[in-house]
T-cell receptor, first 114, second 116 residues
Framework: EPEVTQTPSHQVTQMGQEVILRCVPISNHLYFYWYRQILGQKVEFLVSFYNNEISEKSEIFDDQFSVERPDGSNFTLKIRSTKLEDSAMYFC????????????FGPGTRLTVL | AQSVTQPDIHITVSEGASLELRCNYSYGATPYLFWYVQSPGQGLQLLLKYFSGDTLVQGIKGFEAEFKRSQSSFNLRKPSVHWSDAAEYFCAVGAAGGTSYGKLTFGQGTILTVHP
């Protein structure tokens, strides 16, 4: 069964460093998402991406964050200058043909900022 | 703005007992509702979803949920819990149409512990 994959599973970085989290969505899916879950808190929406552009973003998704789909298969989230409060589990999700389709989630990348 | 409330942070049941996890939502139009389950170290797995039609929805692993518009609720149920059901359960409401592209808003989650 197709699944969303994410790498790395765990990333440790120093405050101020740039990180790139990678996701491979399910092939042929058209809608892509990033969510994050700070330990002990809700899963929060960060951004949605469709037709090679951001379609919606949350207040969390400020200028430090960016997304791209560089090669038609990978979907990346870049944090330009990490802060301590960026420490969280980051989930990628994809949906097939419509924004109302089921979103399939990857296993997540745990980001730890020291 | 859409929101989801899961009133129970932690629920403990005995194996074989029935289960009901509560979820209340707030959304201005007809909601799209989901239940996801997360086992330790795993991603979010879809249990079931409600888009329209029959308000009683069947999902995987013997779970079901009932959409009650009058109560703004979408409670998850299972008649007989198995030890493998121990996990964290998330209710979510989806938005679509207009300026929205499927953003999901999640509840706080309910941790289910199953005693043998």
């Amino acid at each position: 069964e197709p699944e969303v994959t994410q790498t790395p599973s765990h990333q440790v970085t120093q405050m101020g460093q740039e990180v790139i989290l990678r996701c491979v969505p399910i092939s042929n899916h058209l809608y892509f998402y990033w969510y994050r879950q700070i330990l002990g808190q809700k899963v929060e929406f960060l951004v949605s991406f469709y037709n090679n552009e951001i379609s919606e973003k949350s207040e969390i998704f400020d200028d430090q964050f960016s997304v791209e789909r560089p090669d038609g298969s990978n979907f990346t989230l870049k944090i330009r200058s990490t802060k301590l409060e960026d420490s969280a589990m980051y989930f990628c999700a994809s949906a097939a043909f419509a924004s109302t389709d089921t979103q399939y989630f990857g296993p997540g990348t745990r980001l730890t900022v020291l | 703005a859409q929101s989801v409330t899961q009133p129970d942070i932690h629920i403990t049941v005995s194996e074989g007992a029935s289960l009901e996890l509560r979820c209340n939502y707030s959304y201005g139009a007809t909601p799209y509702l989901f239940w996801y389950v997360q086992s330790p170290g795993q991603g979010l797995q879809l249990l079931l979803k409600y888009f329209s039609g029959d308000t009683l929805v069947q999902g995987i692993k013997g779970f079901e949920a009932e959409f009650k518009r009058s109560q703004s609720s979408f409670n998850l149920r299972k008649p007989s819990v198995h030890w493998s059901d121990a996990a964290e359960y998330f209710c979510a409401v989806g938005a679509a149409g207009g300026t929205s592209y499927g953003k999901l808003t999640f509840g706080q989650g309910t941790i289910l512990t199953v005693h043998p």
